[in-house]
């Protein structure tokens, strides 16, 4: 399974995390499944109502919005992400206990780092995580 995502839509994803540092951003992330590779084509920047540097929970308005939007667009979900203002890029304990769909992808994007680190996992079960591989496309 192979994931590929714009350069602009990557740049987006830092941008928010960037913009609302140091609280975590999160959003969704469309796009179009096949058998081998997820193609993320649209980012939906949401609101985490925790306002927080250690955890997110989207807006829940925010999110059935968004879902519209992408059904609309002709894109389903894929996943979504979150950023990690001073931690790295890997899903916290918290972040396994919440995942709830083994199908998603987790995008984490660290800015502990000068350099954004973004990566895609998949959570399973609580626990059992996939690090994908991805590239631009
Ligand atoms: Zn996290």
């Given at each position: 399974m192979i994931i590929k995502i714009s350069k602009e839509d990557y740049n987006k994803i830092i941008k928010q995390a960037k913009e609302e540092f140091p609280?975590?951003?999160?959003?969704?992330?469309?796009?179009?499944?096949t058998e081998d590779e997820i193609f993320i084509k649209k980012?939906?920047?949401l609101t985490n109502i925790d306002q927080s540097s250690e955890h997110f929970?989207?807006?829940?308005?925010e999110q059935f919005a968004a879902v519209k939007q992408m059904r609309a667009d002709g894109y389903?979900?894929?996943?979504?992400y979150h950023s990690?203002?001073?931690?790295?890029?890997r899903p916290s304990e918290e972040d396994k206990r919440l995942a709830y769909d083994g199908n998603m992808l987790y995008g984490?994007?660290?800015?502990?780092?000068?350099q954004p680190i973004l990566n895609f996992f998949r959570i399973i079960d609580n626990q059992l995580i996939e690090?994908?591989?991805?590239?631009f496309a």
């Open positions: 609280l975590e951003c999160c959003g969704l992330l469309a796009g179009i499944k980012t939906y920047p929970s989207m807006d829940p308005k389903v979900l894929v996943g979504n990690h203002p001073y931690t790295p890029s984490i994007l660290s800015l502990k780092d000068q690090k994908l591989e991805w590239l």
